[in-house]
Every structure is written in structure tokens, then in C-alpha cells.
């Protein structure tokens, strides 16, 4: 079931689970991105191929709130808003490791291996890295685990599975980035949890919050859905 969170005659929002792509890859598996247009073009009877554009992407094993433009003049003025770096997306993920820091902002320099699809994150420049930097703040924690809220000020390939992971605290699930183990439910715990900008037509401020996985490990912590 498509779990949508925000929808205009401009823009729709939905609440992406752990298992989805939002486009097309090798795979061939159907992606997020068909599924809203087919619920839009259910919705509202639409006739021929409905427009859909795609704003941003999340990691398959990633799940929470995706952003798509629904009309080509919301697609062009959101994409400026990405490059001007005037739109809030903020996560929320899991690590078995505590942080060496309740609040750090991160400086790292980061690159693609892309025969392994895997970000390599060095501490100083180096010759075809970028610089990626996030900040995180401790939200909770219990015994064994610690949850973080996470902001970008960059947007890096697996950016912040890589970076945390950097300092010690790899996100829980994420063997990739050096986790213990997987989880039974697949995916990794990391959470697109909300998302803020100005409306790209109707010029007022809009935040969209994505409920929390039903995974119980979410819900240990005592914060709100």
C-alpha cells in the first residue's frame, strides 16, 4: 500500500519502506516512482502517461519520506531548491555504537568506488574527493542502542551511512558499512524523517514528517511517532 503524506495538484510525497527503490535499476523490480503514478492516474482517471518528476532519491535499504513533482514547473523550481541547498531534509538512524559527541557537525572528503558501489571517506582532501559534511545530534538511548538525528549540509553517495560509520558508529543493519549483523526485515535502520521547504508554487512553507517503521526497534526509544 502506497502511504502518501503530502499531495497537491503540484507536488505528492510518500512514506518510502526499506525494501523499495524510488527508479529503475538493474533489478527490474517495479519502483516507487510507478507506483505513484499509477495511484495518481487511478485517483484522479487520467488518460495516456502521467508526468512524474523525481526530486530526490533515497537507498533502497533506506525508508521514509520521498519527494516528486507532479507538474514540470514544480520539477524545475524544486531542483533549483536542492542546487541552492534551501530545502531541510533530516534523518533519523540507529548505530549499536554510541557517539563520541551528544552534537558534532562532520568534515569529511568522500568518494565513489563504483565497481563496489561504496563511498570511501578520507579525513583531508584528497585528488577526486568531495567534501561532505553533516551534523548529528544524540536524540536517545537505551543499553544497546543509540538513536540520532541526522542533518545534511552536503548530499554525498551514502553520505551518512559512510560518515557515521567513519567515526565508529555504523548505522544498525548496514553491513556494508561495517554493522554486525543484518536485520531480519532487511533494509538498514535509517529514516528519511522529515522534509521542509517553500512550496514551489504557492510560496508557503511546507515540513512533511514520515511516521516511524513499524520495526519495533524504532519505537524502544520513548519519542514521538
Not at 507506483?35 to 512524474?52: H, M, Q, R, S
Not at 531542483?79 to 555504537?97: E, G, H, L, S
Not at 560518515?163 to 543484518?182: E, H, M
Request: with cysteine; charged share 25%; glycine share 6%.
Amino acid at each position: 500500500m502506497l502511504e502518501v503524506l503530502y499531495e497537491d495538484n503540484h507536488i505528492i510525497a510518500v512514506n518510502k519502506s526499506n525494501s523499495e527503490i524510488v527508479q529503475a535499476d538493474k533489478t527490474g523490480d517495479e519502483t516507487l516512482a510507478d507506483k505513484v503514478k499509477a495511484y495518481i492516474k487511478e485517483k484522479y482517471n487520467k488518460p495516456g502517461d502521467v508526468f512524474l518528476g523525481v526530486v530526490h532519491r533515497l537507498d533502497r535499504p533506506v525508508s521514509g519520506v520521498v519527494l516528486f513533482a507532479r507538474t514540470s514547473k514544480a520539477l524545475a523550481r524544486l531542483n533549483q531548491m536542492f542546487v541552492d541547498k534551501t530545502i531541510k531534509k533530516t534523518y533519523w538512524a540507529i548505530t549499536q555504537n554510541r557517539p563520541p559527541q551528544v552534537e558534532e557537525e562532520l568534515h569529511h572528503y568522500m568518494s565513489k568506488n563504483e565497481e563496489k558501489n561504496r563511498a570511501l571517506v578520507s579525513v583531508s582532501p584528497r585528488t577526486g574527493y568531495k567534501e561532505a559534511i553533516l551534523s548529528y545530534k544524540l536524540l536517545s538511548s537505551t543499553q544497546n542502542l543509540n538513536l540520532l538525528e541526522v542533518s545534511l549540509k552536503t548530499g554525498r553517495h551514502h553520505q551518512i551511512r559512510a560518515q557515521l560509520a567513519r567515526i565508529g558508529c555504523p548505522i544498525r543493519g548496514d553491513l556494508k558499512y561495517g554493522a554486525k549483523r543484518s536485520l531480519e526485515e532487511g533494509g538498514i535502520n535509517l529514516h528519511s524523517r522529515s522534509i521542509e521547504f517553500v512550496h514551489p508554487v504557492k510560496n508557503e512553507p511546507v515540513k512533511i514528517v514520515a511516521p516511524l517503521p513499524k520495526d519495533s526497534v524504532w519505537h524502544v526509544f520513548g519519542v514521538a511517532e
